[in-house]
C-alpha cells in the first residue's frame, strides 16, 4: 500500500555549509514527485535523506505517521533507481531482477509470479537470458527499474535516472517509468535537473534552489503561473521585462520598458508608479498587422517544423524570443524584416521588482 512522505523542518547542513533549510513538504500516497531545480540545489541531498543515506541534523521525515530518522536504510523499504544502472555486470536480466527478491527469502512460487509479471510490464521477458553487455542502454535502464518495482517497496527513489540516455530514449524511458509508476501506484521521488521531464511525467513538481522549496504545484501551474522570477526563468523560457505602474483603478496599466503598453487585470492592487518585472513566454507574444502593436526587428528566423520561432530587437535594444504556431501564422518574416508585437495579457505573469515574487492574485508558492 502506497505510504505518504512527510518532511517536517528538515536540515542538512557540512560544517559552516549548510545545504537544506529547514524545508518542509509532503509528499501524497502513490504520486510521482519530482525535485526539480539546478545543480547544487540540494535535490539530491535530500533524496539521500530520505533514502538514510546520510544523516539529518534537525527536523523529521515520516512514511505516513512513522519517523525513520533513525532508521537503517535496508529497514525503509525503498527502492532506488540511480543515474548509473549499477547491475550486475556477471548476472543475466532474470538474475539481476531476482536478486533482491532473494534477499526477501520469498518462495519460489511467488518469486516466479512476481519475476513473470515484472519483466512483462518492462517488455523485458525475451532479453532475461542476455547479460547487461548485450543490451542497449535503454534495456539495461528498464533493468534497474524492473530490480527496483519488483521488490514492491513502499517508497521509490530515483536520481537523475535518464541523464545518460541519448535524446530519443529518454522520451521513450519517460513513458516507461510514468507508466509503470502509475500501474504499481508505488510513492515516487524522482529527482532531476530537467524541466522538460519534470513536466512530462510529474504529478507536483518541487522547485528547488538554495536548500529551499520555492514552489510546489503541478506541472501546469508551474509553468502557468509561477511563484517568483527564478521559477519563471527555471521552468521554460520567459523575457523578464521591467515594467511601471502608470494607472491603478478596475484595470491595472504597466508601461514596459520596450515601451510597449500593457493593460492587466488579474494583479494585486497596486499603487502607481510600482516597479514590476513582466515575465512573457515566447509563445504569449502575439504577432500582429503593421502599426498594430509595438515594432520590432526580426534578427534571427528559425524554421522548426510545427513552430517558427524569431529573436526580435525593440528600438530600445530590448531582444524578446518568440514562438510562432505554423498552422496559424499568415506570414513567415526573414531576418531584418519589421514585425509588430502585442502579447496575451491573460497569460503573462507580473513580479514585483524588489522581492521578485509574484503580483498575480490567488498565486502561492505552496510550501
Known amino acids: ?27 501524497k500516497p502513490g504520486e510521482l514527485f519530482t525535485l526539480l531545480g539546478p545543480s547544487g540545489c540540494g535535490k539530491t541531498t535530500l533524496l539521500r535523506m530520505i533514502a538514510g543515506f546520510i544523516s539529518i541534523e534537525a527536523g523529521t521525515i515520516l512514511f505516513d505517521e512513522k519517523v525513520i530518522n533513525d532508521v537503517p536504510v535496508h529497514k525503509r523499504n525503498i527502492g532506488m533507481v540511480f543515474q548509473s544502472y549499477a547491475i550486475f555486470p556477471n548476472m543475466t536480466v532474470y538474475r539481476n531482477v531476482e536478486y533482491g527478491l ?7 512460487e511467488e518469486i516466479k509470479k512476481r519475476m513473470e509479471e515484472i519483466l512483462r510490464i518492462v517488455q523485458l521477458t525475451e532479453y532475461k537470458d542476455r547479460y547487461p553487455n548485450q543490451l542497449s542502454g535503454g534495456q539495461q535502464q528498464r533493468v534497474a527499474l524492473a530490480r527496483a518495482f519488483v521488490v514492491q517497496p513502499q517508497v521509490l527513489l530515483m536520481d537523475e ?25 508505488i510513492t515516487t521521488v524522482y529527482v532531476t535537473h530537467d524541466q522538460e521531464e519534470a513536466l512530462a511525467m510529474s504529478d507536483r513538481i518541487a522547485v528547488m534552489n538554495n536548500g529551499d522549496i520555492y514552489q510546489c504545484d503541478v506541472p501546469e501551474r508551474i509553468y502557468s503561473r509561477p511563484y517568483n522570477t527564478f521559477v519563471a526563468n527555471f521552468i521554460g523560457s520567459s523575457s523578464m521585462i521591467d515594467g511601471v505602474v502608470t494607472s491603478s483603478n478596475d484595470v491595472t496599466g504597466i508601461r514596459l520598458a520596450t515601451g510597449m ?4 487585470q488579474n494583479v494585486v492592487p497596486l499603487e502607481i508608479g510600482r516597479k514590476v518585472i513582466v515575465s512573457i513566454r515566447p509563445e504569449e507574444f502575439v504577432i500582429v498587422p503593421e502599426g498594430k502593436g509595438k515594432k520590432g526587428v526580426v534578427k534571427l528566423k528559425q524554421f522548426l517544423g510545427r513552430n517558427i520561432k524569431y529573436e526580435i530587437q525593440f528600438e530600445d535594444g530590448t531582444e524578446i524570443e518568440v514562438c510562432s504556431d505554423t498552422n ?18 491573460k497569460r503573462i505573469n507580473v513580479f514585483d521588482s524588489e522581492s521578485k515574487r509574484t503580483l498575480i492574485e490567488g498565486v502561492q508558492s505552496n510550501v
Open 1 to 27: 500500500m502506497a505510504v505518504a512522505i512527510h518532511i517536517n523542518h528538515v536540515k542538512k547542513q557540512y560544517d559552516d555549509n549548510v545545504v537544506i533549510h529547514d524545508l518542509s513538504t509532503d509528499i
Open 102 to 108: 532473494k534477499n526477501k527469502k520469498l518462495s519460489k
Open 161 to 185: 535516472p535518464l541523464s545518460n540516455l541519448d535524446a530519443k530514449l529518454r522520451l521513450e524511458m519517460r513513458a516507461v517509468i510514468s507508466g509503470i509508476q502509475k500501474k504499481l501506484g
Open 261 to 264: 503598453e500593457i493593460v492587466m
Open 328 to 345: 496559424s501564422t499568415e506570414r513567415i518574416y526573414e531576418s531584418g524584416e519589421d514585425i509588430y508585437i502585442t502579447v496575451n495579457t
